[in-house]
């Protein structure tokens, strides 16, 4: 009986493993005109623009890059913070439920985007900033952050010269 319940187990956790490995063979794209490049490097030749919510196929990966293929047969690399396992939720301009535009995404700290930034707080998180104690001088700080405009080349020039995100050594 236990021979049955053990090899029962081993079956399941095999079967899970090919679940997950089918499930990773695909990648969404999760930024605005992200770079394909010809090499894992984001100094290397960019290849195309993608565009967010195009898909994927993982060929390989090497540290913070995978190298893909587009449905249309364009192969190169993309760096790891412009994609994600799950093609992105729509993005709305509902200021109530602040990560909105992030369900699903595993961007983490990888990647800094203007389009995503939050467009002042909410009624309970400026609630909950006066219920804490947060200093007003902080909230008027974050008016002036949320306030700037950037262009994407701004912000990768920003990304470059800070050695952030896919220009990290």
């Known amino acids: 009986m236990k021979a049955i319940f053990l090899l029962a187990v081993c079956m399941?956790?095999?079967g899970l493993t090919l679940t997950t490995a089918d499930g990773a063979d695909s990648l969404w794209v999760t930024s605005e005109n992200a770079k394909l490049k010809s090499e894992g490097s984001a100094s290397s030749e960019t290849v195309?623009?993608?565009s967010l919510g195009t898909r994927l196929t993982v060929l390989q990966s090497?540290?913070?890059w995978y190298q893909v293929r587009t449905v249309s047969g364009k192969e190169g690399w993309i760096y790891r913070g412009k994609v994600s396992d799950t093609p992105p939720a729509k993005e709305t301009e509902d200021t109530e439920n602040l990560f909105a535009g992030l369900?699903?995404?595993t961007i983490s700290a990888d990647?800094?985007?203007t389009s995503r930034s939050i467009r002042g707080l909410?009624?309970?998180?400026?609630q909950y900033a006066r219920h804490t104690g947060t200093p007003a001088a902080y909230q008027k700080a974050l008016?002036?952050?949320l306030a700037m405009q950037l262009s994407t080349k701004e912000v990768d020039l920003f990304l470059k010269q800070g050695r952030i995100g896919e220009y990290a050594p």
Not at 122 to 126: D, H, M, Q, V, W
């Open 12 to 14: 399941a956790m095999v």
């Open 48 to 50: 195309s623009e993608l």
């Open 62 to 64: 090497e540290g913070r």
């Open 103 to 105: 369900q699903g995404s």
């Open 111 to 113: 990647e800094a985007q």
């Open 122 to 126: 909410s009624k309970e998180t400026a």
């Open 143 to 145: 008016d002036q952050v």
